[in-house]
């Protein structure tokens, strides 16, 4: 069975950073992109990243580009992101997400809240 969990969100001040880490199981990891999406309250689901099977390749949202970064560990079974100078606005639940062909599997998601 698939399974993706999301950890590493919480509070942080504007400025600040966090890790968010996903780990996950059930699938050949190695084979699949992997992507970070975001949702914050009333709006919709958003990609924020995005990398390669293997990381040779990542893609951003204009709004987080130079600012976050996604990494992938695969002898560990986990895509991370990385993300610094946060803004209010980032502020939202993060979703780790993995598309297969029988369709996509999200994790439970992680609150990311930026407030002063």
């Known amino acids: 069975q698939v399974q993706l969990v999301e950890s590493g969100g919480g509070l942080v001040q504007p400025g600040g950073s966090l890790r968010l880490s996903c780990a996950a199981s059930g699938f050949t990891f190695n084979n699949y992109r992997m992507h970070w999406y975001r949702q914050a309250p009333g709006k919709e689901r958003e990609l924020v990243a995005g990398i390669s099977p293997t990381g040779s390749f990542t893609n951003y949202a204009d709004s987080v580009k130079g600012r976050f970064t996604i990494s992938r560990d695969n002898a560990k079974n986990t895509v991370y992101l990385q993300m610094n100078q946060l803004k209010p606005e980032d502020t939202a639940v993060y979703y780790c997400?993995?598309?297969?062909?029988?369709?996509?599997?999200w994790g439970k998601g992680t609150l990311v809240t930026v407030s002063s």
């Open positions: 997400y993995v598309p297969h062909s029988t369709g996509g599997h």
